[in-house]
Structure formats: C-alpha cells, structure tokens
C-alpha cells in the first residue's frame, strides 16, 4: 500500500484562491513575525512568491498606513543597532540598506545621527577590544593588522592609523610600565631583604630575643 507523500507548507498562493489581498495579508504577516523588514524586502518577496503584483502593493500600502511597515523607523534602528554592536561605519551603512531598497533620502537622514566625532570614538573603542601584541610582531605591523579590520568596518584610511596607531601605542606604554613595575618591585623586595640579612646577622642571640 503506497503512502502519499506529505507536502511541506508553502507560502505561495494559491491559483485558486478568490481573495489575493487574504493571501498577500498572510504572507507579509508570516513574514513580519520574524523581524521588520523593508517595503522593497517585502515586495521582492511576494513577487518570488507568485503574489498578484495589484494586490501586494494595494496591501503593502495598508501595511504603511498602520505602520506595519515603516521604512524610516527600520533605517534609524538598523543604523543604531548596527553601529553599536557591529561597529560599521557610514559606508557600510550606506550599502547595506541601498542593498535593502531604502531610497537615499531616507538613508542619509538616518546616517546624520552620527557624526565625525562619534564615529572617531565608535573606532576607538572597537580597537580597544581588538589590539593585540603578537609575540614577536613588530609595531608597524600590528597597527597594519589592526587598521585592516577597521577598513573591513568601513573607515576611512585616516581614521583607521590613527586609531590603531593610537591604541597599540597606549598598549605598547602600558606593558613596559607594568615591566619597569616588576623591575623595580623586585629590586626593592631584594634590597630589603639584604637590609634585615644584614641586620640580623650582626644582632646577637641575646638583642634578638629581646626584640
């Protein structure tokens, strides 16, 4: 006896469906579940899904009136979110949410919530995280290293020497104090000892115990 073979779900319309806006509806709310999402995201989507093209836009623009889909709010929080936690740049920014459809308006109002400053600082601190002094490796080569992942993050050239030149040189002042600290701890450790060698060694038995 042979088993029909049980269909996974689909999201695609059906041909016989009666209510193409019902089936656009479905779909974006399926999809929106999960996380916001572009009005070009969204479009791209129901067209590779079969979705009648009248009714994607008639319900894309309900979705925007009720503020289920919102281009401007989804830029500032991908800029935010982004920024904070990945440490991208502008450039970077940019290209991810051109890659999304957000026309450059919107983008470039967005990208105004940072500025030169901030981002220096936001530089700063993701090289903070990543400096690392390699045994053996030369300074100008850890700063090379070090500027090449800000570049990935979308820096400018000048921002990514300085802040890799500035961070691995506070590192490089920090670890010979720490060693000048060693140098000297253990130089007064053994002087002291000497001194109380030195002491002890002529007291006699006698001055020792009344001590």
Same mark, same amino acid.
């Given at each position: 006896m042979s088993r029909r073979r049980r269909e996974a779900p689909s999201d695609r319309p059906s041909e016989e469906s009666s209510d193409p806006d019902s089936a656009v509806r479905?779909?974006?709310?399926r999809r929106l579940s999960s996380a916001p999402r572009t009005r070009h995201e969204l479009r791209e989507d129901l067209n590779r899904r079969g979705a009648d093209p009248d009714a994607s836009e008639r319900v894309l623009d309900r979705f925007e009136e009720v503020g289920l889909v919102d281009d401007v709010a989804f830029t500032r929080l991908w800029v935010e979110s982004r920024h904070r936690s990945k440490a991208l740049a502008r450039p970077v920014l940019r290209r991810e949410? /051109? /890659?999304r459809g957000?026309?450059?308006d919107t983008i470039e109002q967005a990208? !105004?919530?940072i500025d030169d400053e901030g981002e220096f600082h936001r530089a700063m601190s993701f090289a903070e995280g990543k400096a690392r002094l390699r045994s053996g490796e !030369?300074?100008?080569a850890a700063v090379n290293r070090l500027a090449g992942q800000l570049a990935r993050k979308g820096y400018s050239p000048m921002v990514c020497f300085t802040a890799a030149r500035d961070v691995l040189a506070t590192k490089v002042e920090q670890r010979q104090d720490d060693v000048v600290? !060693?140098?000297f701890t253990g130089d007064v450790v053994d002087d002291l000892a000497a001194q109380q060698e030195s002491m002890w060694g002529h007291c006699p038995l006698q001055d020792i115990d009344e001590l």
């Open positions: 479905a779909i974006l709310l949410l /051109q /890659q957000v026309d450059a990208l !105004e919530d !030369e300074l100008p600290d !060693e140098m």
